[in-house]
């Protein structure tokens, strides 16, 4: 078990890979109540297109199916697994995003037992045809739930602004009639595919022993036999630079309208420390112009085009990345002129020592503030693990960026065909 001490964040991490390929990751926080354990694998819904273990050919299996396959693990042949965490205090739940799969727990008992439940319960898929016809309908209802949302319609309807080909337009639940065509094989091939120990993680953090905690983690899954496993095999369809339609425009039931504005981030052939340079960066310099304190915020506030809704947000991944802002707004038309003539604008800024300086403190205490939080720790980790990043070696990348780099950045960062405009309006009528 290899121990890494980061002195600074004045926290430890054990960690291992075990036989099986499994990658185990354990933070001990005796000052925590509270226990936080996820079990995630490489993923998600833009993993359409694969090659299945044990074959030859790639084959595409319907949109919504990894978030389809989230909700049927936790239904057993003859109980619900939910049912098992809440009969010993703890709290259960599992997400699906772009690109990964997770599910978790948290407790302050029975720590042990809920951690083998979670490993257990993961890694025993049982799927049936009439259990699988039933969760149709029952995700069809959450489908239609988030259509009726305008929040969900405008974020999702600006990413399908921005792309033309690559799977994150499409939605993470799918359609109900791409549901509608899968089927308990499907479920197999995905499951044996991308469940296997050598493409997930387990991250605890909380108040545990790690020595014991390593212990209970290896012996479980020595118990078990998974196939030798190979790289897995995905593909993603080309994706121009342009964006796919420049305006996007929908009628829904709404007493106010929504814009949002979409930047087509440029991800492609970054090394590992100029991705993680360029994810700090969207973030930090949308915060700088565009938060409450921010000149861009208060120059749309004055002119009567945003309210508090306002607010911006970016997700960078390797085959992808995007960033949004927008908000409510009575006229959706000049906030969309608006927003788009500050991004074309950015170019001719700079920013001196002194401002940057203050920007990177104002985001190492965000991060810092967040760190007290069990949940944020253990998401954020696993998200920057598949990444190839480690979370605890952020803090100190954000001090080395230099506003050199932050000026280049800037000056380079956005051009007029990678901007997307989304709208809800009210329906005439």
Known sequence: MKK???EQLKEVVYSEKLDNGLSVFLLPKKEMAKTFGIFSTDYGSIDQT???IGQEEPIT???GIAHFLEHKLFEKEDRDVFQDFTKRGASANAFTSFTKTAYLFSATSSIEENMQTLLDFVQDPYFSEQSVEKEKGIIGQEITMYDDQPDWRSFFGTIQSLYQNHPVQIDIAGTIDSIAEITKDDLYTCYNTFYHPSNMSVFVAGNFEPESMMKLIKDNQSKKEF?????IDR???DEPVEVAKKKHVIEMPVSVSKCLVGIKENV?????EAFLKKDLLVDMLLDHFFSKSGEFYQELYDKDLIDNSFSFESNLERNFGFSILGGNTQKPDQLAEEIKGMLLKLKDFSLNEEQFERIKRKKIGHLLRAMNSL????TQFVHYNLLGIDLFEVVPAIEKLSVEEANNFLHQWIDEERIAVCQVIPSKG
Request: no cysteine; net charge negative.
């Open 375 to 378: 949940e944020f720790i253990s």
């Open 61 to 63: 299996v319907p949109d």
């Open 235 to 237: 593909s993603f369809p």
């Open 50 to 52: 694969f090659v299945p």
């Open 268 to 272: 492609k052939d970054d090394s590992t």
């Open 227 to 231: 196939p030798v496993m190979s790289d």
């Open 4 to 6: 890494t001490n980061y």
